[in-house]
């Protein structure tokens, strides 16, 4: 079974568990099975909420826990990450669904198993084209930014739950957010010492309660699960109050209701290419960002056993998840940050423990729906809003700022589009700052005129060290690729560079930071050595980096320049024109 | 009159006029009227036929021709600039405007003011804001792929005129090509005849009757002036042959007909707000476009006299050019890349040229509009196709495919783009490209191990140099400034280093040819530099340029390095590690 002939190393490529699950060892049992129940215990409360914060039906929170995990389970190239529903996929399928459908209808629900399609084919195709580095477009401040601002909209989303409130649906965020200041007056003093109550306890569980069981004497292992099961007691507890203060009848507290009983049916997606045509965006957009916190974590995770992630196989599981999802009545899933961690925690070792998770979901599907029927609204709110809040990362943006101006204004950009414009455009707005800061910033690259350290061979900026100079040569580095971002003016900057000293007969230009010289910056290049031979300059080139200097012998570049040279080096620059 | 006061200077930058007309030299007067009789000649035709690509009647490119030009002379930088109706810009108007209205109908040359006046306002404000350098995002590779299809798909808008048929309105160009296709059989005879010796005749004019004049000792101005008058000639040529074969009404040769005699009244853009959302992507890209051609011809014209250009100052005038055009009956207009050729080569020394081309196309279009009735719109077709051939460029895509696939990959990604989407999406998705392509090689940096030349503090790729080694300590240098694209794999990138060396207990970055680390890549080296620590292994850093470094002790980065240094040179390091 162990085997590793040809047939069989393709085939745990592609099904990494064919490689695990053979050779499973039995020690690797109680962790998983410990990991398993853990989640599982997370997942069923966390499922609902999730499911009612992307606008549908709570037990479509629970059926994209089942299959999904166990089809992650199948392709997933790591072993402890939580796959299911998460709050900022929930919160992009809500901001799209909720433009061409009313939330909770069954319309809605019928676009939310479209728009799991789309993701999943989506994926699946970015994993087989191996666009795994396609995340690389999303820099560190842009998903800073775009985690913080997509928190504060979760949490703002809550907040009618929370109050028990009712807000016509908005277009945006900050509409939201008037909205609500608008229905204070209306609070339901019930629902807010329901989920005051709900907030302190989830708290309380984090917070004070490991310490407290440390004092004990109980396990580190035990003492994460108990930390863990604060949502479960909410969940109870905020049931049992409903029903003993009669909080539903008597004080209008809003209930979860009639969840169906029973495992997920074979579902269908409605494709129209209209509907595909108008969640294109969004489809995207949840890939995007769905990918980019699962590898993440997943990574993080991996690192500290010394195990692997693939990243495009990563795509491809997740693809497979989410097919899954939108054929068995689920919606968007992808790997959660904070589940995953518990997970990984509580021992999980393999798969094993994902499937185990989906087995007992599918149990309290098919056996206790009854029970969540007084579950309030307000307790699964607080539970998201409790959850998101850690989210909200300002260290990030502190650092950023004091580091470098450009990728602080790209977090803020990112952040203000979010509140202001929606997820989805955010996203997008988001990495186009970052890329539009980044070729503005190359399109002013640093210059530095550089001299010979005396004794040395080395050539260094002017300005910061005492450096030996020629008459009437200079060396001009530019520290910057040249392409398109600073082709047009990569000639005014070398003409102006010479026009500022009459004396000057040889231009070299120092490419020793120079990576890259794109066909346009050649042509560049090659005009202003014409004119500046024309003014009585030659213009050189030094230090080409290898790959540079093979690329423009390919073109033999060096006749291009007309009277200038290329030189190996800044010295033998100076040796050879010292004397000209 | 010449005083500099710091009154005067500012009013001299924005309105250049200001700083030449009261120079204006008696000597320059005969270059100027030359040129402006020239350009006339050349833009009375041509103003018509771009008129008719873009689907408006034939007046409203004279109108264009008009106001237009005196604004851009009184704001303009360029002082040999012919702004006017160009081809490629022409065809944009078409390809947006037909999407939301009838050709030739009054709501469509309604749409054509709005479409100018938001290009004209939209110049103007980038202008004031001096974002002139946002052309930097069209790579030259990327400008040679539009062009090249622009022209082929404007040529193949002709066709129908050169043949005399009529075909139904495509979204697409490459529908376009199949409905010609279709429609060949339905040649009218007496169309294709008129336009194969039209295009004959223009041919002609440029290529053989300059050298038959040399040969009668006729002199260059004159020569280059009767090359141009091609169009002229077909014009006046097919008109007269028109009317004495009676091709209109008894072989069905379709003709411009009616043009209103007068100047342009006073025109009113209708200002919707739905139309003007619908307009906007056309009008960036027209911004885009028109600029780009405008300022590349600008200045390869300017440098010849070495006169110079100012983009933003280009912008603003543009953008006054437009408004113009908008107020006057016309539609988007730019600086022509041949035109402003012919106003330059006939001598032209100042704008006072281009208000001397008004005053002509004014003079047509009081007393000159009847003798077009006649004109054949195969004659204007003519015109085009022959003026447009030449943009077609091979040369480029030879070039560039050659010297980088990246460059190629992304002028035929352009190209195709356009055929097969349009222009608009043709010029968005090149630019995406040669961003996305960029960004895809930042991601892929070349690594090199370094070593010392022995005898020599130069520190080079030991796979091309002999150079000497330290038995535990690796140097490594990246090639690549480090941010978003690549600062995933940069982690990797380090980490694989070492874990192919087990006896490495140094690991040296060799930051020479790093201009720039960003706030995501510090803690992604950060991150390493613990990670390498429980390896056992210590991370370095030498050769940092001054403001990578400057930066990096802003935020006291070498403390978060651990046991970790940063050195001056790998000399440096290699003096300080080889006995550690």
Do not use: C
Request: glycine share 8%; net charge neutral; hydrophobic share 50%.
């Amino acid at each position: 079974m162990t085997s590793t002939s040809p047939f069989t190393r393709p085939l745990k490529r592609l099904l990494p568990i064919a490689a695990w699950l053979p050779n499973y060892r039995k020690s690797d049992f109680s962790g998983d099975l410990m990991a398993g129940v853990v989640v599982a215990i997370m997942l069923i409360p966390q499922g609902m909420a999730y499911a009612m914060l992307a606008g549908l039906p709570p037990q479509v929170g629970l059926y994209a826990s089942v299959i999904p995990l166990i089809a992650y389970a199948l392709f997933g190239s790591s072993k402890t990450l939580a796959v299911g529903p998460v709050a900022m996929v929930s919160l992009m399928v809500a901001s799209s669904l909720s433009a061409i459908a009313v939330p909770g209808s069954p319309e809605y629900v019928g676009f939310a198993l479209l728009l799991a399609l789309m993701t999943g084919v989506l994926q699946l195709v970015m994993g087989v084209l191996k666009l795994g580095s396609i995340v690389n477009f999303l820099s560190h401040p842009v998903i800073s930014g775009f985690t913080s601002a997509a928190a504060i909209v979760i949490g703002l989303s809550q907040f009618k739950h929370v109050l028990g409130v009712s807000i016509p649906g908005t277009e945006y965020p900050w509409q939201m957010a008037r909205e609500l200041a608008f229905s204070l007056l209306d609070t339901s003093g019930a629902t807010l010492s329901l989920s005051l109550a709900a907030i302190a306890v989830l708290i309380a569980f984090r917070k004070a309660l490991p310490p407290m069981l440390a004092r004990l004497g109980v396990s580190q292992t035990w003492r994460d699960a108990v930390a863990r099961a604060g949502p479960l007691a909410v969940v109870v507890g905020g049931t049992l109050a409903v029903y003993a203060l009669d909080l539903h009848q008597a004080h209008g507290v809003k209930i979860v209701g009639e969840i169906p009983q029973g495992l997920p049916s074979l579902t269908s997606p409605q494709v129209s290419w209209e509907a595909t045509q108008k969640l294109a965006p969004a489809a995207l957009a949840i890939v995007f960002v769905g990918f980019m916190e699962s590898v993440a974590i997943a990574r993080t995770l991996a690192s500290k056993r010394r195990e692997s992630v693939e990243p495009d196989q990563e795509l491809f599981a997740l693809g497979a998840a989410n097919v899954a999802a939108s054929l068995t009545g689920g919606y968007p899933v992808t790997g959660g940050f904070s589940r995953s961690v518990v997970n990984f925690s509580a021992g999980a070792r393999t798969g094993l423990a994902s499937i185990l998770t989906a087995m007992l979901i599918a149990l309290t599907l098919l056996f206790l729906t009854p029970l969540f029927y007084l579950l309030p609204k307000a307790v699964l709110a607080a539970i998201i809003l409790v959850a998101v809040v850690g989210l909200i990362d300002l260290k990030t943006l502190r650092l950023v700022w004091q580091y470098d101006r450009y990728d602080g204004v790209s977090l803020l950009l990112t952040f203000a589009a979010v509140f202001g414009l929606g997820v989805e455009s955010g996203i997008l707005i988001g990495a186009a700052s970052a890329i539009a800061l980044h070729l503005w910033r190359a399109s002013r690259p640093h210059v530095a005129v550089v001299g010979r350290i005396a004794g040395s061979e080395h050539f260094r900026n002017e300005q910061r060290h005492q450096v030996e100079t020629l008459p009437d040569v200079l060396f001009l580095r530019i520290d910057e690729n040249l392409f398109f971002a600073n082709a047009r003016k990569l000639g005014d900057l070398l003409i102006n560079a010479v026009a500022q000293r009459a004396d000057i007969k040889h231009l070299v230009l120092v490419a020793s930071s120079i990576n890259h010289i794109d066909a346009g910056s050649l042509e560049v290049l090659e005009d202003t050595a014409h004119k500046l031979h024309d003014a009585g300059v030659a213009l050189h080139i030094s230090d080409l980096k290898g790959p540079v200097a093979d690329r423009l012998k390919r073109v033999e570049f060096e006749k291009h320049l007309g009277d200038g040279r290329i030189f190996l080096s800044a010295q033998h620059a100076w040796e050879a024109l010292k004397d000209a």
